[in-house]
């Protein structure tokens, strides 16, 4: 079973995230800023992060590039999930290490296509 590390400030967008993934057989833990969720990429190495972009402190493209960075953690996709939706938001997050970028609302096919491109690759 697949593990999947959702990093979210919004109660709310972990919820429907972790709805969709549980359903459909992932495991998942959550963390609530991009600091908790540095901590917790290293100390669990999930499969796959899904990444919110607008947090208080350590914000998304700041955490992924951490992220990228870190031994630990530098094979671990990420995959950006974020209400930015400007081309100059996607090249950036790019630059961090992300290896995807989907917007919110997410639906639950280009969720789950996202993240099977990169666990089965």
Same mark, same amino acid.
């Given at each position: 079973?697949?593990?999947?590390?959702?990093?979210?400030? =919004? !109660?709310?967008?972990?919820?429907? #995230? $972790?709805?969709?993934?549980?359903?459909? &057989?992932? =495991?998942?833990?959550?963390?609530?800023? &991009?600091?908790? &969720?540095?901590?917790?990429?290293?100390?669990?190495? !999930?499969?796959?992060?899904?990444?919110?972009?607008?947090? !208080?402190?350590?914000?998304?493209?700041?955490?992924?590039?951490?992220? =990228?960075?870190? /031994? /630990?953690?530098?094979?671990?996709?990420?995959?950006?999930? =974020?209400?930015?939706?400007?081309? %100059?938001?996607?090249?950036?997050?790019? $630059?961090? &290490?992300?290896?995807?970028?989907?917007? @919110? !609302?997410?639906? /639950?096919?280009?969720? #789950?296509? %996202?993240?099977? @491109?990169? #666990?089965?690759?």
């Amino acid at each position: 079973m697949a593990r999947i590390l959702i990093i979210d400030d =919004s !109660p709310t967008e972990i919820h429907v #995230l $972790r709805t969709m993934l549980e359903k459909n &057989g992932y =495991s998942v833990s959550t963390a609530a800023s &991009g600091e908790e &969720g540095v901590e917790t990429a290293r100390a669990q190495v !999930p499969d796959l992060v899904l990444m919110d972009v607008v947090m !208080p402190g350590l914000n998304g493209f700041q955490a992924t590039r951490e992220l =990228s960075r870190q /031994e /630990e953690t530098a094979n671990v996709p990420v995959v950006v999930v =974020s209400t930015k939706d400007q081309a %100059t938001d996607r090249v950036w997050a790019m $630059r961090q &290490g992300a290896r995807d970028y989907i917007t @919110k !609302p997410v639906t /639950e096919d280009i969720l #789950l296509q %996202t993240i099977e @491109k990169y #666990l089965s690759a």
